[in-house]
């Protein structure tokens, strides 16, 4: 790696991490005087991610090739642990996304987060240390993006979720902020002891933690099937996929320019980048893939029909979010890292567009629920056509970006489940083949929904007068549409494809970045269908919602089949209901001893100290009649003699 590109390469996590670190040092601003302190924290959050995206797009112009620089850090029997990065076309690709949605948030946090908004009076006062947890926020993922060492990976990794934990909860006045930013970090923390604990593994059987050197050991099927399992614990976690999804939805009790960074480029798209990064490992434990393909076929279906009956407009897309994962993680389970790439591409723009487009909404009417929106799109002509255009791309409506990616994934699960010789059993291709294919007519219905319930029918809250966002608001909005729109298109030019190439197998054989399907008729008619039945339930009357005709169904979507009240049962109350029992037992146990026996040794001094007492008097008259008795003694003696 040269010396200018190995600095370009240091500057992507480095200078908003600088950014972030100088935001935090920022003295706290005083009651009457908080604007010097935001504009500060403003300047810093923007400047940081700007500088990190043109670092990027420079080394988009450098990097075609993997290029690698390491320095030992740490070498203890046998054990290295190195600093260095490890840069090809997919981490450039990757950084460009993670740095524009970043640009975009913190430009848009600058007018969202605004004194008078949503009556939030403290939130210049509060600003400072926002901006600063955005900027090192991006620091971490851009950490994991470039990184050459598991063990660097691994604290971009955790950073980031403390970074989510702390703008989860950055508005305390919602009461359900805390708790949701407590259930983020210890649902996915759950998977992340898995995750430490697969790297531990493949560093001490490669006897280093350099990604290099791990894929180029000479692993046991074993060892390897039980580090890839192990690593996928991290990435259900981290990437909201069943069993622990459940963080997520509740996340969006966060502000909503943090939505769109966790869902859009940092949190989610982190567990699918680390097994695309590793997937000459993960391609020779099919084993591993297999249980990556049956939970990304629950996932994508888990989210889909979830995200139907909500009538909160985050949830909706949150929920979107989880299905979409699957999706990526289907590509992978089926050996097609370049598709579930390709799909995390596109799907960062067009979902932080539709979260900035649902926070220009929020923002007009005051309200994340749909049942009090409708009517919108005279007044809100520009979000309006943003949000088409990111539902269009979220369902897969050609020629729009999501069209492409998506078809791209399906179209290799139906080839894997085709192909004998593929790295998972056809079982798999056909599962998330299938699940894919039905995920494709629900996200039509619940996107149309979306798009009828917030900006058609009459106005459900008469008072409101929707307008356009400022333009802070609306520019970050606008550019957004623009790859949401036409990033699909990249996949016919060779640069892109070529950039995309992820090696399959430790013998760099590399898959195609799309295939396009025999049919694509099947998948159109789905949309279709979905956004029709759609449409027809709303047209029947439209000051209803068309989820009602999902009867009794409509319950357990909008409960997400009460797994979350199953999480609760099986692990939040036994745990509960244990640290009771382990807090009895010491009150009364360790505690009761200690405290007793203290108790014990008070009482028995108190009784001595008494019985002291009691006896002195006696001992006194003793002494005295002794000495009387030994003075009348003496006398006697001397008279008689």
């Not at 908080?34 to 924290?41: I, N, V």
């Not at 702390?166 to 902020?177: F, G, M, S, V």
């Not at 889909?304 to 699957?326: E, H, M, N, P, Y």
Request: charged letters at 10%.
């Amino acid at each position: 790696m040269s010396t200018s590109t190995l600095w370009l390469a240091a500057v992507l996590p480095g200078a908003p991490l600088v950014a972030g670190l100088l935001g935090l040092l920022l003295p706290p601003a005083s009651h009457g005087d908080r604007a010097p302190a935001r504009k500060l924290a403003v300047a810093l959050g923007v400047a940081g991610a700007a500088v990190a995206l043109l670092a990027t797009l420079a080394l988009l112009l450098r990097v075609d090739g993997p290029v690698e620089a390491a320095t030992t850090w740490v070498e203890l029997g046998g054990l290295r642990v190195t600093l260095g990065l490890r840069l090809d076309g997919v981490a450039v690709l990757v950084a460009t996304a993670v740095t524009v949605v970043a640009l975009a948030v913190q430009v848009y946090s600058t007018g969202y987060l605004r004194r008078g908004v949503h009556d939030d009076v403290d939130v210049d006062h509060r600003y400072p240390p926002y901006a600063a947890q955005l900027s090192l926020f991006t620091a971490a993922m851009l950490t994991v993006v470039v990184s050459g060492d598991l063990i660097m990976l691994l604290v971009g990794w955790e950073v980031m979720g403390i970074c989510s934990y702390l703008l989860i909860a950055h508005d305390r006045r919602l009461p359900e902020a805390p708790g949701a930013a407590v259930k983020a970090f210890l649902v996915t923390r759950v998977g992340d002891v898995g995750f430490l604990l697969g790297i531990a593994l493949l560093g001490v059987g490669a006897g280093s933690f350099r990604i290099a050197d791990v894929l180029a050991h000479d692993w046991s099927t074993g060892t390897l099937t039980a580090a890839c399992l192990l690593l996928l614990a991290g990435v259900a976690g981290k990437s909201a996929q069943f069993p622990l999804h459940t963080w997520l939805p509740d996340a969006m009790a966060g502000p909503t320019p943090v939505s769109a960074l966790i869902h859009a480029a940092t949190m989610v798209a982190a567990g699918v980048y680390a097994v695309a990064r590793l997937f000459p490992l993960f391609a020779q434990a099919p084993a591993a893939l297999a249980v990556l393909g049956v939970l990304a076929a629950i996932t994508i279906l888990l989210g889909a029909f979830a995200a139907t009956a909500q009538d909160d407009i985050k949830r909706v897309l949150a929920w979107s979010t989880v299905s979409q994962i699957g999706y990526m993680t289907g590509a992978l389970a089926v050996g097609a890292p370049a598709a579930a790439l390709f799909h995390l591409l596109t799907h960062a723009a067009f979902k932080a567009l539709l979260f900035l487009a649902a926070g220009a909404v929020i923002h007009a009417v005051g309200t994340t629920l749909m049942s009090r929106m409708g009517g919108l799109r005279a007044g809100m002509p520009v979000t309006f056509w943003c949000m088409l255009v990111g539902l269009g791309a979220l369902g897969g409506v050609p020629p729009l970006s999501g069209f492409w990616s998506k078809d791209g994934v399906l179209a290799a699960a139906e080839a894997a489940a085709l192909d004998d010789a593929g790295p998972t059993a056809n079982w798999v291709g056909w599962l998330v083949w299938l699940a894919g294919l039905l995920g494709v007519a629900v996200t039509a219905w619940y996107a149309t929904r979306l798009l009828l319930r917030t900006f058609f029918g009459v106005a459900r809250t008469p008072l409101v007068r929707p307008h356009d966002p400022p333009a802070s608001l609306r520019l970050p909005v606008l550019l957004l549409a623009i790859p949401a729109a036409l990033l699909g298109l990249a996949a016919f030019a060779p640069w892109f494809a070529d950039r995309l190439r992820v090696p399959a197998d430790a013998t760099g054989e590399a898959v195609e970045l799309v295939h396009l399907a025999p049919n694509l008729i099947l998948p159109l008619v789905l949309l279709l269908a979905g956004a029709g039945v759609a449409w027809a339930g709303w047209r029947r009357d439209p000051a209803a919602d068309p989820a009602r005709f999902l009867g009794p169904l409509r319950q357990v979507f909008a409960r997400a089949f009460r797994l979350d009240d199953v999480q609760h049962a099986l692990v939040v109350r036994p745990t509960g209901a244990l640290a009771r029992a382990v807090r009895a037992g010491d009150e009364l146990g360790v505690d009761g001893l200690v405290e007793g026996t203290g108790r014990a040794a008070v009482e028995a001094g108190g009784g001595l100290a008494a019985a002291h007492r009691a006896a002195l008097p006696r001992a006194a008259a003793g002494v005295l009649a002794g000495a009387l008795l030994i003075g009348l003694a003496v006398a006697l003696i001397g008279v008689t003699s």
